[in-house]
């Protein structure tokens, strides 16, 4: 069949039957018995392999009816489903007519084909900060056709960068602080080693960032990365910034609120409070000891209101004290470490004396 019937064939709407009829002269296969017998992939894409047919509607929006072949191939799909599959309610010509306002409209209605095959997916996004957001009636929020495609689906999980590019379409402003962050260069060098948006937000049951839980267990998902030696060797960073947030008194009382201790009345200072979220840099070279303090009494300041310069002092950074840098701090520690252990041997022995005068003197 050559070009010029397809295309033909597209323009005709309700008169198909008659123009069919004139066709039927010069096609050797018959259309109508190709279309009607055939739903095969081949058979629907005898019409949509053609450019320049849309989709109108009411509102003046459209869509276009071309399914690039190639593309549909090589999707996760190409080769494992077939049209029908997806579209069930197609199955003649002219199709069924569905009302749709416009565009957005057909796209959300289509979105729900995906949940009877990956229905574990569907269920997970229903816990998502994003269809919260839809279900407000903000239509702009993503479905899965708006992350994953329709007919052009790949891997989603590579390459990595194309993660945060789907993310982009919608957050371009974070996206472009977070491509000037010391996570965002390295990612744009493919670095394995740093967070992409979902790393720290999830993709499918992604929790709201202004629920209280995601503030008080985010350090958690800091810490995965900042507390793994391996992974932290090859930067040459302190691993150690774990354990000191949590032996100090904003990660001790963050801990026990994030274990369920009830809720904090005011907000307590947590890793992104100090370091910022999207727009993270590093400290490497980048300040002397001045501006380094400046800037972390600047931070107290954002909570503890008009507290002296010296305040900072309060706060031991990352670094476990050590004779040198918190004298008083350690040894408090080691008095504690001296006698914690001498306490609990004392007790045992106390018990085990005890134990032997009950058997020997009865
Ligand atoms: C004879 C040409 C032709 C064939 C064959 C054909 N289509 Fe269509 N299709 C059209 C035209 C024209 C439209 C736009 C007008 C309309 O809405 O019916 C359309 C619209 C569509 C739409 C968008 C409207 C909607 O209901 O969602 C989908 C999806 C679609 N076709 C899928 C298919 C599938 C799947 C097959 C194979 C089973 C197929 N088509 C076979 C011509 C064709
Ligand atoms: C994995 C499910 C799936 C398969 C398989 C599938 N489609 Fe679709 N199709 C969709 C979804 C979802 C939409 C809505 C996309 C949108 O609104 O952007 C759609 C939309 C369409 C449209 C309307 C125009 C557009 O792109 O929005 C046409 C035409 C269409 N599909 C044809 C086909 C043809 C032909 C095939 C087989 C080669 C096919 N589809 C296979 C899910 C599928
Ligand atoms: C009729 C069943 C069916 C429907 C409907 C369907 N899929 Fe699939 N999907 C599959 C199959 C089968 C695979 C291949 C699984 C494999 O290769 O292990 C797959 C694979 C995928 C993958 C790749 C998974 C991976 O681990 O790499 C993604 C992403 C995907 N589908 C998204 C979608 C989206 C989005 C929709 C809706 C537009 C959709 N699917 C609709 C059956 C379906
Ligand atoms: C906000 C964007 C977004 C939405 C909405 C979304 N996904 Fe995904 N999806 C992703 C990303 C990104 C990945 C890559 C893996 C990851 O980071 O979890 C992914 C992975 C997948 C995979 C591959 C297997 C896996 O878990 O890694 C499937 C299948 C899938 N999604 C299906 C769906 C379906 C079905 C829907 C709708 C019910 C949907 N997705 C909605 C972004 C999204
Ligand atoms: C199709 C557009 C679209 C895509 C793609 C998209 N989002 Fe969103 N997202 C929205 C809209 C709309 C909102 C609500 C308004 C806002 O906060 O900007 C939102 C809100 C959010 C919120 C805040 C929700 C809240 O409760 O305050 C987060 C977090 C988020 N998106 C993360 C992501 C991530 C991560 C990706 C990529 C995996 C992504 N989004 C992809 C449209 C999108
Ligand atoms: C290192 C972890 C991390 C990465 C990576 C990350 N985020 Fe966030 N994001 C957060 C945290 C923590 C918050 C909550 C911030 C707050 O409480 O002020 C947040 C808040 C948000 C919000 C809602 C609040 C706002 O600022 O509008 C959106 C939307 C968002 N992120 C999108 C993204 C996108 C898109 C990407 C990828 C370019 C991304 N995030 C990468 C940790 C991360
Ligand atoms: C997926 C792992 C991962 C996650 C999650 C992550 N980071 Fe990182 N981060 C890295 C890696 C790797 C580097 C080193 C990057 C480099 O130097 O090129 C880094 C660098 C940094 C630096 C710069 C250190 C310096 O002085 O050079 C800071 C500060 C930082 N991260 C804070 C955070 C905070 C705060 C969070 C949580 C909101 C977080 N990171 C989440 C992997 C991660
Ligand atoms: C009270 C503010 C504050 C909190 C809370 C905080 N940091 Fe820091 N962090 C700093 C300052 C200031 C520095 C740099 C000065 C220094 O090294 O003493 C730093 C340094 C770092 C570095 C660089 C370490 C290196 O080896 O150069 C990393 C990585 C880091 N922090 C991650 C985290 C993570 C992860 C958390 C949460 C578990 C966290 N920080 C909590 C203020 C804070
Ligand atoms: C995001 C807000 C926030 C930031 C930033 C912050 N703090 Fe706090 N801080 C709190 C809250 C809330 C408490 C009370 C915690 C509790 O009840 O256990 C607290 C408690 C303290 C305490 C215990 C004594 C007291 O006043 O209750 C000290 C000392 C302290 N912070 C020092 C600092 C220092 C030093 C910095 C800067 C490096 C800092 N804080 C940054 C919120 C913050």
Redesign the pocket.
Known sequence: MDRRTRSQKFRVRQDWIVAMGMALAVVTCLPSQAWSGDRSNEGCLMCHSEKGEFLKFADGSKKSLFVDKAQWKKSVHGGKLSCTDCHREISDYPHQKKKFEDARDYTLARANTCQRCHYAHYTRVLDS??Y??LKSG?R???TCV??HGAHDIHDPRTPRLG??A??A???SEISDTFKQSVHGKALLENNPDVPV??DC???HS?P????SKFRLTSFQMCAQCHGDEERMKKYDLNTAVLSTYLDDFHGSSNRLYAMGAGKPTKPIATCSDCHGVHNISSFKGSATKAEARARVIKTCRTCHAEVPDSFADAWLSHYEPTFETAPLVWGVKLGYRVLIPLIMIGLVLHILLHLWRLKTHR
């Open positions: 900060t994003h919260e957001i903000m702009e929020a993503p708006d992350c993660i945060n789907r993310c379409t919608c957050h948006c979902t937000h999830g993709a992604m709201s960032p202004s629920d």
